[in-house]
Every structure is written in structure tokens, then in C-alpha cells.
């Protein structure tokens, strides 16, 4: 089950196909590996439960839209494939 949540509050709810769970674990594993940037003028903050494990992240840049594909693929678009960008 992926739970989209904003403000202490639960926004959004899905259940997960193996597609998309798919598609969660490459976007944990591009935040892991999201360099720290500044320089655009919209900054994202990150925070993450996976599993055991807690990332934080803050993007200041901006070239990486990679929690707006996972939002389509979990919570929008049932035919969001994996690998498309």
C-alpha cells in the first residue's frame, strides 16, 4: 500500500502492483543517488520510509522530476510503465 502524505495528513491511498512497486524502489534508489543541488528557484524536500530505512533529501535543482513520475505512476496513471521517460 503507498500512502502520499502532506501536512500530517493522508492525502492519497493506492495498492501497489508489482509495477509500481517496481517503479517505487528505482525512484528510492535515484533519490539515494540525487547530488544536492541549488540554483533553481523551487527546492523539494524528501523524506522517504522505506522499508527500515529513512532517506531525507533536498533537491534544489532542476533537472530531476522523479517524485512527479512516481505520483503518475502510483496515484494517477494506471499505464505508467516502469521505464518510460
Known amino acids: 500500500m503507498a500512502k502520499l502524505e502532506g501536512y500530517d495528513k ?4 493506492a495498492k501497489l502492483t508489482t509495477m509500481q512497486l517496481d517503479t517505487f524502489r528505482m525512484f528510492v534508489r535515484d533519490l539515494k543517488s540525487l547530488r544536492e543541488e541549488n540554483g533553481c528557484t523551487t527546492v ?4 522517504v520510509f522505506y522499508e527500515k530505512e529513512v532517506i531525507r533529501k533536498t533537491d534544489g535543482g532542476c533537472d530531476w522530476n522523479g517524485f512527479d ?3 503518475d505512476c502510483l496515484f494517477r496513471n494506471p499505464f505508467y510503465l516502469v521505464n518510460a521517460n
Do not use: E, G, R
Request: proline share 0%; net charge positive.
Open 69 to 71: 513520475k512516481l505520483k
Open 44 to 47: 523539494s524536500h524528501y523524506t
Open 10 to 13: 493522508t492525502i492519497l491511498k
